[in-house]
């Protein structure tokens, strides 16, 4: 480094100075490369002196007048002058010359050969800096070629940390603009503009007569899409056409899939597609030719607006490329742009699922139509809650409204239409509220056998199809054990009826006031609840999901010690479509219980020594987005002693209308209770002032009465945690050196669900032979700050013959468990010929 080479200067100097005999030494410094470093020059037996362009006079007198015993180093930042014009002249006469020449100095220090120092004469001016040098000696280059030279003095100029052309063009892409770059401005400071568009040709195979970067970009993009295309590009695209498809797929890929720079490439691909028009392009091709296009998101334009055609169509049996739509959908969700399309692919798949029910079929006979609904129809109900959870995240939904009416139209006329009369009709069957466990029975049935603490976790208004998805989600940790049943809530299905029936009771009656009792207590809030509960065992409580979800782990130990069964209330999808200003968030509210009662599983696993729970709940709900009709609503009821609720009328007398059905409330609750519950056959309302119209419950349908329960059991003391990852950082695509420094990042920061985690790492052939060493890396970093989570490795490579024709790997490794975690394509090109062909 500068400081080396400045060492050997001072070695040199110092044996000038020796002996007895007082020595002048002049060192005319022609283009002022030690300027900086001389300050800090001292010497064993001379004295620095600096000498000034119009001092001469003054340091003729001091040298010659007041001190003439002193050696000096008279150092001057600038040319010799002219005989004529130097009053010193004659000093030098008895005096001694010094020349130092820092691009021999730089060489030897460097260990570059002789014959590529005039590299570094034609570059001196980059090694005036100390930094800009040090930044030059760090890059630890081995085995100099012109080309390595050249690529380490651009990789000084970007600061990259490694001696690789491609994180230089990476830093001026993600660091800089494309006009007016920063560090294209640097590179033609000094003078390596011409070699660094050699480098683009050689390495890119790019070559223009007025290079620029914008125009490098668009060469690239268009050679990545032409070889992801399954047809010729547009003509006037053909020009930009490189021979270096590879190394330019490589780059692309490298940085799009970067964690750092993945929305950079998402700018770079937007500022090409303006400027090519590629949607306009893209418009006139097969929808076929752009199913594997991942350089611009106007691929997935087209896509989607292809497959809401179809949809739209009920052409359910289109493809591209023999690819159905769900297929299409699945793979375009992977690709890059996937982070910004998931919500419009998985609204399409659950449109697609939906559109191919339009011919539904319900069996008759309620048994049937249970154990269709909880094996297959549940997932109607699933992928429409799914659609519209989509839908709502879209920013612009006017391409999508057709589809979202046709979507609306089968699931209300088809489904509902179909299912629900069916359903009514089959549970006036005798035999009807013995075909599935009932919830008046839910204590007794889970609770007669049952020695180890239990929490009961109560979701208000979770539908099967919810808690299905539920069940999918903790069956995929390998500390689960779950197992999802279903059961039938009570009728009228509204909450204070269907909390009741959760209680251990031995009786549940319904007041002539429509008051609900258990046991003859009133147990609409939790006081009372804990009240039923502890008359049958003492050693239990209820509590609220939002007084306990914050607790420590202490403060969850003093309510859960001790205690055999815990009732814990959770109240998030209710609390919201209850509400007509936010029953349209109900789905919202839908996948926030989900993940609410996951957490409050796993913290009380780990907290609170609990591992046996059982998620249930006190009924379901129907929810249609489109307003209801005056059509679609029964009218008025003049009883004023009447329960009256959109979705049922509990009363003395039954309802008498073509769309009502009635059942005994003492058949409903194993009582000889007289009152009659009435309840539309299909998803029509009673008329009923106020309150929401798409989110309703009360009624009798599978949406509303099939709640699930599911039992799960954890492993004590289990808490889901997943690996802390890391990524590469460097664009790295080929290997020069043998000795190689690559930054990676740790993706996440250590948390309780992110565990640290050691990686092996180390480069392997193509016949698994290691061709490097091997690193070590523990990933525990808790910095929240991506930067600072950035690390480095060197690899020192085997100094051997590589053949630039095979495919070598970095290969990385979990420590612990032995699975690989990734691995990275790379060439080795270690053959030092000069064989670049710049000229000198």
């Keep these: ?102 691009a021999s100095l730089l060489s030897v220090d460097l260990g570059i050969e002789e014959k590529y120092k005039p590299i570094i004469e034609k570059h001196i001016k980059f090694f005036a800096n100390k930094e800009r040098t040090q930044r030059f000696y760090d890059l630890e280059i081995e085995n100099f070629n012109e080309e390595n030279i050249l690529v380490g003095l651009l990789s000084a100029i970007c600061k990259t940390r490694t001696c690789s052309f491609e994180e230089v063009l990476r ?10 770059n920063k560090f294209l401005a640097e590179i033609e400071k000094y003078d390596l503009l011409d070699s660094f568009w050699k480098l683009c040709e050689q390495q890119f195979g790019y070559t223009d007569v ?51 720079y993945g929305d950079r490439f998402d700018a770079l691909s937007k500022h090409v597609s303006d400027g090519l028009n590629v949607m306009a392009a893209f418009s006139s091709m097969q929808p076929e030719a752009l199913v594997d296009v991942d350089t611009f998101i106007a691929s997935d334009q087209i896509l989607v607006k292809w497959i ?62 249970i154990s269709q609904y909880l094996e297959d129809d549940y997932k109607i109900d699933q992928e429409y809650r799914k659609f519209y959870s989509c839908f709502d995240l879209l920013k612009d939904t006017g ?30 069957e005798e035999q009807a509220l013995q075909e599935i466990p009932l919830q008046r029975n839910f204590y007794s049935g889970n609770f007669r056998n049952t020695k180890e603490r239990t929490v009961v976790i109560i979701s208000d208004a979770m539908r099967y199809e919810v808690g299905q998805e539920l069940y999918r989600r903790m069956s995929d940790d390998p500390k689960c054990t779950a197992k999802l049943e279903a059961q039938l809530s009570v ?28 046991d003859g207590v009133l147990c609409n809030d939790l006081a009372s609840r804990q009240t039923v509960l502890q008359a049958h065992q003492k050693d239990s409580c209820c509590v609220q999901f939002d007084d306990i979800k914050g607790l420590k782990k202490n403060d969850l130990r003093d309510i859960f010690t001790g205690k055999q069964v815990v009732y814990v209330y959770h109240n998030q999808i209710d609390a919201r479509g209850d509400k007509a200003n936010t029953e349209d968030e109900v789905f919202v509210a839908c996948e926030e219980a989900i993940t609410e009662i996951m957490d409050l599983i796993r913290k ?209 490794y979990d420590d612990a468990t032995g699975i690989e975690a990734f691995r990275h394509p790379v060439i080795m090109d270690l053959a030092f010929a000069d064989d670049f062909g710049f000229s000198i």
């Design 210 to 260: 007025k290079p620029t970067l914008e125009k490098l970009m668009v060469t690239m993009f268009v050679t990545a899409t032409a070889r992801q295309m399954g047809c010729d590009v547009p003509q006037n695209w053909k020009s930009f056409g490189s021979y270096k498809s590879g190394n330019i797929i490589a780059f692309l890929n490298n940085l799009m899939n970067s964690v750092l």
């Design 491 to 518: 009728l009228p299905s509204y909450t204070r009826l269907g909390m009741a029936a959760l209680l251990p009771h031995r009786t549940l009656t319904m007041e002539d006031d429509f008051r609900v009792l258990a």
């Design 604 to 812: 009380l696993t780990g907290n609170a020594n609990t591992t046996h729970f059982i998620v249930t709940s006190d009924h379901g709900f129907i929810y249609k987005r489109d307003k209801l009709s005056e059509s679609d609503k029964i009218g008025g009821i003049n009883d004023k002693k009447a329960f009256v609720n959109r979705r049922f009328i509990v009363a003395q007398e039954p309802v008498v209308d073509e769309g009502v059905q009635n059942m005994s409330m003492g058949r409903i609750l194993g009582n000889d209770d007289q009152k009659v519950v009435s309840f539309p056959v299909n998803s029509n309302v009673f008329k009923v002032a106020g309150g929401g119209q798409n989110f309703v419950h009360g009624g009798s349908s599978p949406q509303e009465m099939l709640v699930p329960v599911l039992t799960i059991r954890m492993e004590k003391g289990h808490m889901e945690t997943r690996p802390a990852q890391i990524a590469l950082v460097s664009i790295v695509q080929k290997i020069t050196n043998l000795i190689t420094t690559m930054d990676f990042i740790q993706s996440d920061a250590v948390s309780d669900t992110v565990k640290k985690t050691t990686y092996k790492m180390y480069f392997i052939s193509e016949d698994n032979e290691k061709i490097s060493n091997e690193n070590t890396y523990i990933a525990d970093s808790r910095d929240v700050d991506p930067q600072k989570r950035i690390f480095r490795m060197r690899f020192t490579f085997k100094n051997k013959k590589y053949d630039k024709s095979k495919q070598y790997h970095l290969v990385v």
């Design 308 to 369: 809401v055609d179809r949809l739209t169509a009920e052409d359910t049996g289109a493809k591209l490329d023999r690819l159905s739509i769900p297929n299409i959908c699945e793979k375009r969700s992977k690709l890059h742009f996937g982070k910004r399309t998931l919500k419009t692919y998985s609204l399409l798949q659950s449109a697609y699922y939906l559109i191919s029910e339009v011919n539904y079929s319900c069996p008759d006979g309620f048994k049937k139509i």
């Design 1 to 102: 480094m500068a400081e080396l080479n400045l060492k050997q200067i001072i070695d040199r100097l110092n044996a000038e100075f020796t002996g007895d005999t007082r020595k002048l030494v002049f060192w005319y410094d022609d283009k002022a490369e030690f300027e900086e470093d001389i300050a800090g020059v001292e010497l064993e037996n001379a004295k620095v002196y600096i000498l000034k362009p119009h001092n001469q006079f003054q340091t003729k007198r001091f040298l010659e007048r007041e001190d003439t015993t002193t050696n000096y180093l008279i150092y001057a930042p600038f040319p010799k002058p002219d005989i004529s014009e130097n009053h010193l002249e004659d000093t030098m006469l008895y005096s001694k010359r010094f020349f130092a020449d820092r």
């Design 171 to 180: 830093v001026m892409l993600t660091d800089g603009e494309m006009e007016d």
């Design 399 to 428: 391409a999508f409204e057709g589809l979202r009416t046709l979507v609306e139209n089968i699931y209300t006329n088809e489904f509902l239409a179909t299912i629900m009369p069916k359903w009514n009709e089959g549970i006036q």
